[in-house]
C-alpha cells in the first residue's frame, strides 16, 4: 500500500491528503436541513448530511488527489450511524481509488492492538467467512505503550499489504509537554522517530516502509531533524493551513526526490466556502470551493519543493 | 461519577471491575453456534453472540461489583454490528446501576479529542435535541498528545458529572520504552503522574478527582511510588491475573483508607469456565463460572488489604 501511495502521489503530482473531518459546523445548511426534514433532529439525519457533504467532496477532488484521511472521531461523535457514514465514506472513496489513511490515532497492548489492528486494517474470520470491518489502507497509531502496542499492527499490515502512520511530534501547542523532554540529550519524539524507523526496517515497500510516521507541521525545524533520523519513513503531515503551517515550511519534511511526505489539509480544503478566498462560490457550491482550495494547496506546496 | 464509583466500591465492599472483552475465543461454543444458524457467518452473527455473552456474565455479576470496563478494541474488531453490541451493553450495564469505564484509550487534540469526548462521555445537540452516543461514565485517555488532548475531556467531564483515567504506567512487557525513559531525574510516567495530579485538581469529587490514572498491577513498585505521587487520584489497575498481577502486589495501589484503587480483570473473569479451577461449571454455565471467579478475585484483594 506505501508503494501505491508514492505511485499515486507521482501521478497526481500532489504529496497532499484531504482530511474528511466533518465537523457539525461545517456542514452546509442545505444538507443538514435536508436530512433533518426526512429524519427528524436525530444522529441518524447529521450521519446523512455528513455522508452528502462527504461525497459531494470527493467527487469534486478525487481526480486531483491522492489520498484521503478521514479522522473517526468527527464520526464517533455522531454514535452508531456516524460511524455507518464513516464505513460509506471509506467504501465510496477505495471505489474512487483513493488511498484511505484512518486517522484513528489507536494503540493498547497485545491482543487489544491486534483486535484494532484487525477492526480497520485487516479481516475477521467467522466460521469460514473473512470479513473485513472497515478496511482502511492505512491507519495512524499511538506510540506511548510501546513495541506490544505497535507490532500486532505490523503483524496485520504484513498480512494484508497495509500500513501505518505512528504519532512522533504532534502538530498541537502542548505536544512539547512529554514529546520535547529530554531524554539522554535527545527529546522523546527523537527516540520515537527512531524507534519508528527500526520498526519500519520489518516492513519495507520499494523505496519506503510501511511504517509511517506523523510531524505536524507546526514544527518545521523539527520536521527537518526527524526527516534525517528516519529517511525511509514516509512522513503524514497535519497542520497545514488552518493550524499555521504554510508550503515554505515544509520542504524539509521531504526528500530529495520530492518524496517522503504527504500533508494534510482538514478544514482548509472541506470547509473552504467559509474562508474570505473562496466565499465567492457561495455554500451552495462548497464541493467547487474544495476544489479550488486543493489546486492552491498543491501549488503552495509544488512550489515550494522545487524552488528549495 | 467519582463519588458514585467510590460510593459503589464501599457498599459492594470490591474494588474491582470486571472487563467485558469478548474475545472471539472465549465465546462458548453453543451461543456463537445459535447466532450463526440464525444469521450465517456475518458480523451480526458473532456480535449477537457477544451481547448473549456479555448479558449472561452481567446477570451473573452484577450484584457482587461496582464497575465493569468493556474494552471498545473488542467490539470494533466486529465492525459496525460489534459497536452496536457495545453500545447495548453499555446500555444494559446502566439499567444494572454499575458504572461503566469505556477502555476507549482515545486521545487526540484540540476539537477531535472534544469531538471523542462528546462520543462516550458527553452529548450532541442536533438542533434542539441533545443525545448521548455513546454515555459511557468514564473513559480511559491516552496522554502522549499533552494537555491539549486532555482538557476538551476534562470540559465535557464537568459538563455531564463523568471521568477519566489517563494512561500512565501500562502493563505490558514493553511500556517501559518510552514510560519508563528518564527525564530530569525521574521516569517519563512519574512526569506524566504529576500532569495527571495537576489536571485532577481542576475537577475534584468529595475525596477523589475525576480524573484518575491507569498503572498496571505487573509492576507494583512504580504502583507504590505513583500513589504518592496522585494521592487524590483514582488509579485504575489492569494487569491482575491473567497478566500476572496478584492481590498481595496490588496493597501499595491502595491509601489507608482501603480506597484509591480499582483493579480490573477482564479473562479471569469473563473466561473463567477455561480455567482449570473452575471446569466443573462446564461451558454450558460459562456465567456461573464468572461469578465465582468474582467472588475469589474479591477475596483475594479484600484479604491482601486487610492484612498489610
Known sequence: MINKLVSKIK????????????????????????????????LEAVSEAVWQYNKAIVDATYDLIPAVKPQI????????????AYKKTVDYCKEKDLVIIGDI??????????????????????????????NEDFATVNPYLGSDGINPFIDVCKAENKGIFVLVKTSNPSSGEFQDRIIDGKPLYEHV????AKWGED????????????????????????????????????GYGAQGGKGA????????????????SSRGIIAAYKQEKYASYGEANFADASRAAVKDMIEDISNAISSR
Not at 105 to 129: E, F, P
Not at 193 to 196: L, S
Not at 225 to 233: A, D, E, G, I
Not at 249 to 264: M, T
Open 105 to 134: 490515532k489507536r494503540g493498547d497492548i497485545g491482543s487489544t492492538s491486534a483486535a484494532y489492528a484487525t477492526a480497520h486494517l485487516g479481516k475477521i474470520k467467522v466460521g469460514n467467512t473473512e470479513i473485513a470491518p472497515f
Open 73 to 84: 472521531a468527527m464520526y464517533e461523535q455522531f454514535g452508531i450511524p456516524g460511524l455507518i
Open 249 to 264: 515550511d515544509l520542504v524539509h519534511y521531504f526528500n530529495e526526490d520530492g518524496l517522503g511526505a504527504i500533508v494534510n
Open 203 to 238: 516492513h519495507m515497500g520499494d523505496d519506503y516502509s510501511y511504517v509511517g510516521a506523523v510531524v505536524g507541521a507546526t514544527y518545521p525545524e523539527i520536521g527537518k531533524v526527524l526527516r534525517k533520523v528516519m529517511p525511509k519513513t514516509y512522513i503524514l503531515v497535519p
Open 193 to 196: 522517530g527512531e524507534q519508528v
Open 11 to 42: 501521478k497526481t503530482n500532489a504529496p497532499i491528503v484531504v482530511g474528511l473531518d466533518p465537523m457539525l459546523n461545517y456542514l452546509p445548511k442545505h444538507l443538514l436541513d435536508k436530512a433533518v426534514a426526512e429524519q427528524g433532529e436525530s
